[in-house]
């Protein structure tokens, strides 16, 4: 017995295979975000940034406390098709949290940045930690303030020497003794010790000490021996 759409009754019923648009589109839709090939063609996703571990070095000492760390390099892709790597510590002792370092390289692709890792040496790795553990503390930001003076203060100036005045002679004892010695006498005898020393030294009979220490009678009888020498030549 046919049923009514023309088959055996008891048999299930067959029905024609149509694709069905919506289920085609949702595929799509999963391919495009894994990035693979659709059957209308190919989707292409955002890059995901994936971190890796590019390679692992033997442990090393901390030059602060002397614990151990098991330092790795490891890398993504970054922005801009640049990659950029970094370094993480993992404590072998208790008490301690892995760290990581910040942003240690920066190069174009990720063979460069393997070629990167493959340099790096135990005093560079040592360092490294010590600076993913122990950030520099943040320094206040600079205050600027405008200075009251626009510029250094003056040197002071150099002590003045005080002047030298050349002594003035009251008379001319050559030109006295040319008229006697009796009368240089007499006016020498009248002059005080101040104007017979300016004597002296105006004609430097004798030198600025010696002139300063000699007494009255020293002071005269300088002028007489000079005049009187004078007075042969």
Not at 117 to 138: C, H, N, S
């Amino acid at each position: 017995m046919l049923s009514p759409l023309g088959l055996r009754s008891g048999l299930p019923a067959c029905h024609s295979h149509v694709p069905n648009r919506t289920s085609s589109i949702d595929a799509a839709e999963s391919l495009r975000k894994r990035d693979v090939l659709a059957p209308t063609g190919t989707f292409y996703a955002a890059p995901i940034r994936v971190s890796e571990v590019l390679m692992e070095y033997d442990p090393i000492v901390s030059e602060t406390d002397g614990g151990r760390w098991k330092p790795r390099a490891c890398g993504r892709r970054g922005e801009g098709h640049m990659w950029e790597g970094w370094i993480e510590f993992v404590p072998l002792g208790s008490g301690s949290k892995p760290v990581h370092s910040r942003r240690e390289s920066t190069q174009p692709s990720r063979e460069a940045l393997v070629y990167w890792a493959t340099g790096l040496t135990p005093v560079y790795l040592k360092g490294a930690l010590e600076r993913a553990r122990f950030e520099p503390a943040t320094q206040p930001p600079v205050r600027r303030v405008a200075p009251l003076f626009d510029g250094p203060a003056p040197e002071p100036e150099p002590p003045r020497s005080p002047p030298v005045t050349t002594p003035h002679a009251i008379l001319d004892p050559f030109d006295v003794y040319a008229q006697g010695e009796d009368i240089l006498i007499r006016q020498l005898d009248a002059l005080d010790t101040p104007r017979l020393r300016d004597i002296v030294r105006a004609y430097e009979l004798l030198s600025a000490e010696d002139a300063k220490k000699a007494t009255r009678l020293d002071l005269a009888t300088a002028i007489i021996t000079a005049a009187r020498v004078a007075s042969r030549v």
